[in-house]
């Protein structure tokens, strides 16, 4: 049960990540919540490589999550039978 509750944590922070990046590729603007604000448009290099590194985080961290998940339930399912 705490694999499982591993997976949902690391899952809704996969998802918040996620949203983050996709606003970010829409308004062309990525909030730097301890400094000033990246804007495509003026600093485009640095933005797209900050762009490209959370979304390689974000896919990271999901597959980590579905690993966890299937270790879970894998041990869920594994402990119905009769040698447990």
Do not use: H
């Not at 944590?9 to 990525?30: D, F, K, N, P, Q």
């Not at 495509?40 to 390689?56: C, D, K, N, R």
């Amino acid at each position: 049960m705490a694999a499982l509750a591993v997976a949902a944590l690391i899952g809704w922070g996969c998802l918040m990540g996620a949203t983050e990046v996709v606003e970010s590729l829409r308004t062309g603007v990525l909030n730097n919540r301890k400094g000033p604000d990246i804007l495509a448009a003026e600093q485009p290099v640095f933005y797209w490589a900050l762009i490209g590194f959370y979304t390689a985080a974000t896919l990271t961290a999901a597959g980590l999550a579905l690993l966890v998940l299937a270790i879970a339930v894998r041990d869920l399912l594994g402990a119905r039978g009769p040698d447990r």
